[in-house]
């Protein structure tokens, strides 16, 4: 493109090829008069990606690197390379855009100018709300009242369900501890502030740490759901490497505890917590073994 585009769309892909098609699709179908530009970082497919970026999308700029360099390495790659002065949105392959949902993003962030990072509502592939797309900080008692299932027998209770923020409206804006990186718009001056992605996260939580240092350097966090995306989950990496993405999920949730959680605990209790967390990963590691589609932390639904 001859313009700056007021959209860089940094997509990390890995032998997604069919989400990704479809991904592209979505978005030049729904783009409507939006300047932007897509990069995509290939994180050494083996299946048709590059054959089918090269045939059918000539004009996406693509980044191959040799091996799965994860999520936050290859997004930061991405926004290196990205050229809008505006708006960054990290997209996972697996998504599709529907129409006006980029656009109404960028509205209400150049109406909030407090707004460092907003989120659109997220739908799992059967059209079912996907909870995960608002969340809080995942501090102790939110977790384990998530997976104890508290918080789905008291969905509307703030005390129990401030992981999932299920207390909240879905259909209705709201400020946020945190949303999903599936698909997140990042005013430019915000990263300029704070970095990239923490790249000591392989992938998982690099979305809510993110967010939390967004928010630590006094930016806001929206989710936004007049924006609306179905997002596949697991579909660009994750399940192709499903052992190796479950260690990585609870090994970064351990990095993103102890950079901005632990300090807030007692040394005894952050030890125990890490037992547990160290014995949940060999519960999920030994569950897998007998889960016909295997995947890492918390079903998306």
Request: glycine share 8%; hydrophobic share 35%; proline share 4%.
């Given at each position: 493109?001859?313009?700056?585009?007021?959209?860089?769309?940094?997509?990390?892909?890995?032998?997604?090829?069919?989400?990704?098609?479809?991904?592209?699709?979505?978005?030049?179908?729904h783009s409507g008069n939006l300047k932007y530009e897509i990069i995509v970082v290939d994180n050494g497919s083996t299946d048709n990606t590059i054959e089918m970026l090269g045939e059918n999308y000539p004009d996406v700029i693509l980044l191959r690197n040799k091996?799965?360099?994860?999520?936050?390495?290859?997004?930061?790659?991405?926004?290196?390379?990205?050229?809008?002065?505006?708006?960054?949105?990290?997209?996972?392959?697996?998504t599709i855009v529907y129409e006006a949902s980029l656009q109404n993003l960028i509205e209400f962030a150049e109406k909030h100018s407090e707004a460092g990072i907003?989120?659109?509502?997220?739908?799992?592939?059967?059209?079912?709300?996907?909870?995960?797309?608002?969340?809080?900080?995942?501090?102790p008692w939110e977790i384990f009242a998530y997976f104890l299932g508290l918080a789905k027998v008291f969905p509307h209770v703030k005390f129990f369900s401030g992981y999932l923020q299920s207390y909240l409206d879905e259909d209705l804006v709201h400020e946020v501890p945190a949303i999903s990186g599936c698909c997140m718009l990042i005013r430019r001056q915000?990263?300029?502030?704070?970095?990239?992605?923490?790249?000591?996260?392989?992938?998982?939580?690099?979305?809510?740490?993110?967010c939390v240092r967004a928010r630590k350097a006094g930016w806001k966090v929206f989710y936004m759901p007049q924006?609306?995306?179905?997002?596949?989950?697991?579909?660009?990496?994750?399940?192709?490497?499903?052992?190796?993405?479950?260690?990585?999920?609870?090994?970064?949730y351990y990095i993103y505890y102890k950079k901005h959680l632990a300090q807030d605990y007692f040394f005894l209790f952050n030890w125990g917590f890490y037992l547990v967390m160290l014995l949940?990963?060999?519960?999920?590691?030994?569950?897998?073994?007998?889960?016909k589609e295997k995947h890492a932390g918390p079903n998306r639904k």
């Open positions: 493109m001859s313009q700056i585009p007021e959209l860089s769309i940094c997509i990390v892909t890995l032998n997604a090829e069919p989400y990704l098609r479809n991904c592209l699709e979505s978005i030049k179908r091996e799965n360099l994860g999520f936050a390495k290859p997004n930061n790659q991405a926004i290196e390379r990205s050229s809008s002065d505006r708006y960054i949105l990290l997209l996972n392959p697996d907003v989120g659109p509502k997220v739908l799992n592939g059967d059209g079912t709300f996907q909870k995960h797309c608002k969340r809080g900080e995942g501090r915000t990263l300029a502030a704070i970095g990239g992605l923490d790249e000591d996260l392989f992938a998982y939580q690099e979305d809510t740490e993110y924006a609306l995306i179905t997002h596949f989950g697991g579909k660009g990496g994750s399940r192709v490497q499903p052992y190796k993405a479950i260690y990585k999920w609870h090994h970064s949940k990963l060999c519960l999920t590691l030994f569950v897998n073994l007998f889960r």
